[in-house]
């Protein structure tokens, strides 16, 4: 099928994604096909076409919990998911507008002004039939995870963000260069367990900095130090490693300090310890096979996978970090 005009065009941000094949989720003419396949990227939800014959391609890059994606439907559509709930989106078009509705903000998106879609709020969209987007998927556990971090404590309220986002100067434009960049010419080093660690909190961090929402003065009034290194590299070490059995000496080796040390540093830089990070990055695990893994049958080899043994206690601790029950979630990926 023919892919629109900005597919073609040069530079790294155009040809993002396009490299691999793998990468590629669907090409369809065929509204649920389509409508199935976004869905379980993203979620299920309502999709109309108007006018002209769907022409519809996606493609997907997993970084831990954010991934990079490209879609675009070459038809004028209307997309109407609700709340996103579990995750943010970061829309940034390279041809075409979308007129976008999430809460009670409107913004005409354009190749010049991306979309920052708040979690919690309502939302709806039209495409243009020549739109073609750059999305940034972010997992809204690790948003809150990482601003804590920064916080020295759990946000009371969501994260609400500002709606436009002036996207092609400073830092977040650069950073989508680097990314494209690197999809493009090392994508061994994206599918790193460590490398995507290191660059989801890259991507989330430089959103929490760059982009105004609800706590952005609390984070600069906050002006919490830096982790020491023995904090980032255990951190690491969690996500590269976090099916295998861990204990707290093993990871005070691993940073090379005692345990004593170890939990102090995670108890003043990231208000939680060392083991309970390693509870929050299995219970994402969990999720993203829940919702992407079809070799996943049920929940308790989901759970068994990444270290839960009791069911019960893996069950209450999954709803109080996504808001519903791991039944729940894989339900999702099989309505979608």
């Not at 691999?20 to 989720?25: E, F, I, L, N, S």
């Not at 829940?290 to 069950?315: I, P, T």
Request: proline fraction near 6%.
């Amino acid at each position: 099928m023919q892919l629109p005009p900005a597919a073609t065009a040069a530079g790294p941000l155009a040809r993002a994604l396009l490299g691999d094949p793998a990468r590629c989720v669907f090409a369809s003419t065929d509204v649920a096909e389509t409508r199935a396949a976004v869905g379980r990227v993203f979620k299920p939800h309502r999709l109309e076409v108007r006018g002209t014959r769907l022409q519809a391609r996606m493609h997907h890059a997993p970084l831990g919990a954010v991934s990079f994606n490209r879609l675009a439907y070459g038809a004028d559509v209307t997309i109407d998911p609700g709340p996103l709930g579990d995750f943010l989106l970061v829309q940034m078009p390279l041809s075409g507008q979308a007129d976008i509705r999430c809460g009670d903000q409107h913004i005409l998106s354009t190749p010049d002004s991306a979309s920052v879609l708040t979690p919690a709020d309502a939302l709806a969209m039209r495409w243009s039939a020549d739109s073609d987007q750059l999305i940034v998927r972010i997992e809204r556990s690790a948003l809150d995870r990482i601003c804590a971090a920064h916080l020295g404590r759990r946000p009371e309220r969501p994260l609400r963000f500002a709606l436009g986002m002036a996207w092609r100067t400073g830092a977040w434009y650069e950073l989508m260069r680097y990314l494209a960049a690197m999809l493009e010419t090392a994508p061994e080093s994206a599918r790193h367990p460590l490398t995507a660690c290191q660059l989801e909190q890259l991507v989330i961090g430089t959103l929490l900095t760059a982009q105004p929402h609800s706590l952005s003065d609390a984070l600069r009034e906050h002006g919490k130090p830096l982790a020491p290194r023995h904090v980032k590299v255990v951190e690491e070490y969690i996500h590269a490693n976090a099916g295998a059995e861990l204990t707290p000496a093993l990871l005070a080796e691993v940073a090379g300090v005692s345990v004593r040390s170890l939990f102090a540093g995670f108890r003043e830089h990231r208000g939680t310890g060392p083991m309970a990070y390693l509870r929050t990055v299995r219970l994402e695990r969990v999720r993203r096979d829940l919702l992407n893994d079809a070799s996943v049958a049920s929940v308790s080899a989901a759970a068994l996978r990444w270290g839960f043994a009791h069911l019960g206690r893996f069950s209450a601790e999954y709803r109080r970090a996504f808001g519903e029950c791991p039944a729940q979630t894989l339900r999702r990926r099989g309505a979608g």
